[in-house]
């Protein structure tokens, strides 16, 4: 294949290679990338177009004037952001490179550009497919720079014949192709060890995620009622939770990733009454103390990983007791909620422990109706509600001795007469929450949790309504939760005296999701799986990992050192027993034995068939020049050494004066000079022959002292 088409259709790789990465941060449109693609197979026949097109460089410069124009318009207005008006620069200059290529530098350039556009593109994506991109790149950046350097040599030190050296078609041959591949696999190892090695300052950002449309599922800090069509299910995974400690053991609750907690209901929308938050306290290892522990809940930890989703509260399992982040403040809100500063556009990562709630049914049966006036104040609140809502919650609550007892009344009720579904119509003018209660009787689970709060403040028990997510679907490949928006969830959580917030959830939700949603295929799983890992160890990277791997590499040395130092114990132990024990046998005996047996052989090896073996070089096969060599240092043992000055016949004439060596030595010359100055392979008899002179030559006594020279 020709250099010159290789060394063309690398640079075309590579560049479609870069406007993939483009691609994926979504910083060009498609207008912008097909018009890109349009001018990128265009350019292959530049060399035609311009000898056609008379006036084509004229042409070029009023189309930099009319960009020229448009950047300076681009940075002020058009682009969404500066660096997506970096990236539409670095499209042109290099599309204008490509397009009038003339010298060695513009070749040069046009790698340059390519590399600022993958950096460019690393800087707004975090997407697992960069990952193969990337190694694409340095695959073909490699084979570029190294064609790009054979074709400026060829051009410096042969400038006639540059062009016909470059056409010939065994220049790149496979060989090169797999050197290069070795050399790109090289320079990706040491680009993980100095990813790796070298110490983090900061971390990629993502683009803004705007919130879901009040009709699609998906997390929101309100909840509003009255609302009506067919809602959406979203898919995306806006949380990935590892767990880590104490979810093993028997008896845990049901999994609810806590968000907010809502207190004031208007009949139609619910709001946090008090939007004050106060400042948590942030120690110096990066942990926040969110609450006191209390007797009998099992410890929980686990790893957060939560994309941006337009909110800034952090998601945790209830009584959460200690969260460990990098961000320099928390909040918590008045219903036990906690946030950052200001919503992130990045995806951030946290560790938490918490205390799990676990009350017995004894204690939940023991609490009576002794509620103190500000928890009836803030938690009893309702609007004006309809005589048949209010008629429904005393049927439910007469008869009842303790606040439980209402609590299990009101969510069999829930559970026995309504029906969840996604489909909200209209059927009538009431409120809401009564059309859902008498009329339609089907809802979502805002509504399910919206008619159990009702119906317990209307009976004198204060409750509050949880926004958060549900448990997720667990990745048996990562081992994780994969929490998506449609598992955006509302429940209920009950006051008991003596016992505390207790988390209550009427919605009947786990028939309906069985029948409508299947669980991840295995393939699913595993892209999911290698898309986390690729979060947690390459975006999310973080100098606190570095020290965390040079810790465990610290131990996992001592702990090889010491196995190994117990080892070699045990070894130095085994080879003393062994000593004393042929010390005891006879030790010099067995030297002495061990000595003679060399010593016979040395003298009796040319009796030994197959000896010849014995007589050549270490590592030389019978075809090579190392019976040559071996004969030399014969001649050279017997006074006969080789002058430097001598080539190898001159000193096989020089032996003329001794007939008993100048035979076997011509002959083994004239074998040395097929070999060495032939290039051919001695055949087998011809091998045999060789060895036969060698073994002549070993056994002749010297007949005479050589002449001085």
Request: net charge positive; with cysteine; glycine share 8%.
């Amino acid at each position: 294949m020709r250099f010159t088409f290789i060394f063309k259709l690398t640079i075309y790789l590579l560049i479609l290679d870069v406007l993939a990465a483009l691609a994926v941060t979504d910083a060009l449109g498609r207008l912008e990338l097909a018009a890109a693609a349009a001018v990128l197979v265009g350019s292959w026949w530049t060399d035609a177009v311009r000898r056609r097109v008379p006036n084509y460089r004229r042409l070029w410069d009023i189309l930099t004037t009319a960009f020229v124009l448009y950047a300076v318009l681009d940075v002020a207005i058009l682009a969404d952001s500066f660096m997506a008006a970096v990236i539409h620069l670095l499209l042109f200059l290099q599309l204008y490179k490509l397009c009038n290529l003339e010298r060695h530098r513009d070749l040069l350039d046009l790698l340059i550009l390519t590399f600022l556009q993958l950096l460019a593109a690393s800087t707004l994506t975090v997407h697992l497919v960069f990952l193969p991109l990337f190694c694409l790149y340095v695959l073909l950046g490699i084979w570029a720079l190294i064609l790009l350097h054979l074709k400026r040599e060829a051009e410096l030190a042969w400038p006639e014949k540059s062009q016909e050296l470059l056409a010939d078609r065994g220049l790149v041959t496979v060989r090169f192709l797999a050197t290069s591949g070795g050399m790109a696999l090289l320079c990706l190892v040491f680009t993980l060890a100095i990813f790796f090695t070298m110490p983090r300052i900061g971390r990629s950002f993502l683009p803004f995620q705007g919130p879901a449309t009040p009709l699609t599922t998906g997390f929101t800090d309100r909840v509003d009622l009255g609302s009506f069509g067919s809602i959406q299910q979203d898919a995306t995974i806006v949380m990935r939770v590892t767990p880590q400690t104490g979810f093993d053991r028997p008896g845990l609750p049901v999994l609810r990733w806590r968000g907010v907690a809502l207190d004031q209901f208007d009949g139609r929308t619910w709001s946090l009454s008090d939007g004050r938050r106060r400042l948590l306290r942030r120690l110096r290892d990066g942990t926040f103390t969110m609450g006191p522990l209390r007797p009998g809940g099992p410890l929980v930890s686990y790893e957060v990983y939560l994309e941006p989703i337009g909110s800034d509260l952090v998601f945790a399992l209830p009584r959460l007791v200690t969260l460990q982040a990098t961000s320099p403040t928390l909040t918590q809100d008045a219903g036990d909620g906690f946030g950052l500063p200001a919503a992130p556009n990045i995806r951030i990562h946290y560790q938490a422990l918490s205390q799990l709630e676990t009350p017995r049914g004894e204690a939940l049966r023991a609490a009576g109706w002794d509620y103190p006036a500000t928890l009836r104040a803030q938690y009893l609140q309702l609007p004006p509600l309809s005589p048949q809502l209010r008629r429904l919650a005393a049927d439910l609550a007469a008869g009842a001795a303790t606040p439980y007892e209402v609590a299990r009344r009101v969510d069999g009720y829930l559970r026995r007469e309504m029906h969840y579904s996604l489909n909200l119509d209209r059927r009538s003018e009431l409120a809401p929450l009564d059309e859902f209660l008498f009329v339609r009787k089907t809802g979502n689970c805002e509504y399910f949790a919206t008619g159990m709060a009702v119906l317990l403040r209307a009976a004198g028990i204060p409750t509050r309504l949880v926004n958060g997510f549900q448990m997720g679907e667990w990745n048996e490949v990562g081992r994780y939760f994969a929490i998506r928006q449609r598992d955006a969830h509302s429940w209920v959580e009950i006051f008991f005296p003596g016992v505390g917030w207790v988390a209550a959830d009427p919605t009947p939700r786990a028939a309906f999701e069985s029948e409508a949603f299947s669980g991840s295929g295995r393939l699913a799983k595993y892209l999911d799986a290698l898309r986390m890992h690729w979060n947690r160890y390459v975006v999310d990277y973080s100098l606190a990992d570095q020290a965390g791997l040079a810790t465990r590499l610290r131990e996992q040395s001592r702990i090889l050192s010491r196995r190994v130092s117990r080892d070699w114990s045990g070894w130095r132990l085994q080879v003393r027993r062994l000593a004393r024990r042929i010390t005891a046998a006879g030790l010099p005996l067995g030297l002495l034995a061990v000595l003679l047996a060399g010593a016979w052989f040395l003298l009796r090896r040319r009796a030994i068939p197959g000896a010849d073996r014995w007589l050549r070089c270490p590592g030389a096969s019978p075809s090579t020049v190392g019976f040559y060599e071996r004969m030399l240092r014969l001649l050279a043992r017997r006074g006969w050494p080789r002058s430097p000055a001598l080539t190898a016949r001159e000193f096989a004439a020089s032996l003329g004066g001794r007939p008993d060596l100048s035979g076997p030595v011509m002959e083994l010359t004239s074998l040395y000079e097929r070999v060495r100055f032939g290039g051919e392979k001695l055949p087998p008899a011809d091998e045999a022959r060789a060895g036969a002179l060698l073994r002549e030559l070993t056994v002749r006594r010297r007949a005479a002292t050589s002449p001085a020279r």
